[in-house]
């Protein structure tokens, strides 16, 4: 178990163990559920920095419900040291609760006695005062499914039934070996649950630039599903943060991998994706934050990434 005052947890073999999201609510458009599909009645608290937050606000994007539901974002430096998680400020002020310091506060609407983690994204119900959902694959389902009668783009359906199967097979992969294998070679406390978790990351790397090389996208060579987004979000942070902040030096997707760059370069170009990146925010999140494993807190100013370069993605 980690030790009382270790900022990430890990187990008795130095391996960090992400732990199990809380609030795992259901958003339903048929009226069958607590909290029913309605235009402008929720909210995602978010961290630019996130990638597990940056899905939500790609897949908002992509199904065009930018006026449906709103969205703010939690200050970029996580206090990990002293236990007391995402904060609101200045930079960062909470729009519905102007008191509030800490996104733990909004948790504790739901449950007063509420001492557990605190993640982002947190999709909020304003109606009843109540989090709805803090795991981020329901809560891109629940966006890509329940919100259709609002969306701008309700006929892109980024988990079909057809390919549901192989969607997850992709996601359950590409999460324990990369979205997750970074931060298990990051967090890790011994050479062997570091070594593990690099080779992991690695390995996946090369299989999805041979699936790449063959297709346009993961799961179905010309449709985009949440298994490319998934990808996506952890991609766009691997060379400036995860090669030498997470110590996954090996490769890099610049330089190293053509057909995952196209890729990552493909999607970021699509209609309004790239406002959802903060290429600062997402450095200083990491490099400051993370004292246990930067501790001067400094954050380097490479490397330069253009993702703006031409890309050939047709199958």
Same mark, same amino acid.
């Given at each position: 178990?980690?030790?009382?005052?270790?900022?990430?947890?890990?187990?008795?073999?130095?391996?960090?163990?992400?732990?199990?999201?809380?609030?795992?609510?259901?958003?339903?458009?048929?009226?069958?559920?607590?909290?029913?599909?309605?235009?402008?009645?929720?909210?995602?608290?978010?961290?630019?920095?996130?990638?597990?937050?940056?899905?939500?606000?790609?897949?908002?994007?992509?199904?065009?419900?930018?006026?449906?539901?709103?969205?703010?974002?939690?200050?970029?430096?996580?206090?990990?040291?002293?236990?007391?998680?995402?904060?609101?400020?200045?930079?960062?002020?909470?729009?519905?609760?102007?008191?509030?310091?800490?996104?733990?506060?909004?948790?504790?609407?739901?449950?007063?006695?509420?001492?557990?983690?605190?993640?982002?994204?947190?999709?909020?119900?304003?109606?009843?005062?109540?989090?709805?959902?803090?795991?981020?694959?329901?809560?891109?389902?629940?966006?890509?499914?329940?919100? @259709?009668?609002?969306?701008?783009? &309700?006929?892109?359906?980024?988990?079909?039934?057809? =390919?549901?199967? +192989?969607? %997850? $097979?992709?996601?359950?992969?590409?999460?324990?070996?990369?979205?997750?294998?970074?931060?298990?070679?990051?967090?890790?406390?011994?050479?062997?649950?570091?070594?593990?978790?690099?080779?992991?990351?690695?390995?996946?790397?090369?299989?999805?630039?041979?699936?790449?090389?063959?297709?346009?996208?993961?799961?179905?060579?010309?449709?985009?599903?949440?298994?490319?987004?998934?990808?996506?979000?952890?991609?766009?942070?691997?060379?400036?943060?995860?090669?030498?902040?997470?110590?996954?030096?090996?490769?890099?997707?610049?330089?190293?991998?053509?057909?995952?760059?196209?890729?990552?370069?493909?999607?970021?170009?699509?209609?309004?994706?790239?406002?959802?990146?903060?290429?600062?925010?997402?450095?200083?999140?990491?490099?400051?934050?993370?004292?246990?494993? @930067?501790?001067?807190?400094?954050? &380097?100013?490479?490397?330069?990434?253009?993702?703006? =370069?031409?890309? +050939?993605? %047709? $199958?």
């Amino acid at each position: 178990m980690a030790a009382k005052n270790e900022p990430v947890p890990v187990n008795d073999k130095g391996e960090f163990v992400r732990k199990e999201s809380a609030f795992r609510n259901w958003i339903k458009d048929d009226g069958t559920a607590e909290f029913k599909a309605e235009s402008n009645r929720y909210h995602l608290y978010v961290s630019y920095a996130c990638p597990w937050a940056h899905r939500t606000l790609v897949v908002r994007k992509l199904k065009g419900l930018e006026d449906v539901i709103s969205y703010s974002n939690v200050d970029w430096f996580l206090e990990l040291d002293k236990g007391c998680g995402w904060t609101f400020g200045k930079r960062s002020p909470d729009p519905h609760h102007s008191n509030f310091t800490h996104l733990k506060n909004v948790y504790q609407l739901s449950d007063p006695n509420y001492d557990g983690r605190v993640t982002v994204p947190v999709l909020f119900d304003l109606k009843t005062q109540k989090v709805v959902n803090n795991e981020s694959s329901e809560i891109i389902r629940i966006l890509n499914s329940e919100f @259709n009668r609002f969306a701008k783009n &309700p006929d892109l359906d980024l988990y079909p039934e057809s =390919l549901r199967s +192989k969607i %997850d $097979s992709l996601n359950d992969e590409i999460y324990s070996k990369l979205n997750n294998g970074v931060y298990r070679s990051g967090f890790a406390k011994t050479q062997e649950a570091y070594e593990s978790a690099f080779n992991d990351v690695f390995n996946i790397l090369d299989k999805l630039e041979v699936i790449l090389s063959e297709s346009r996208y993961l799961a179905d060579s010309n449709k985009l599903t949440e298994a490319d987004v998934r990808l996506w979000t952890t991609l766009v942070r691997f060379d400036p943060v995860y090669v030498t902040h997470f110590k996954c030096n090996k490769k890099l997707i610049t330089k190293d991998y053509p057909n995952l760059y196209g890729f990552l370069r493909e999607i970021y170009q699509m209609n309004g994706i790239k406002e959802t990146v903060n290429m600062d925010e997402i450095k200083k999140h990491y490099f400051a934050s993370h004292k246990h494993i @930067n501790p001067a807190g400094i954050v &380097p100013l490479g490397p330069d990434v253009d993702y703006d =370069l031409p890309h +050939k993605r %047709d $199958s």
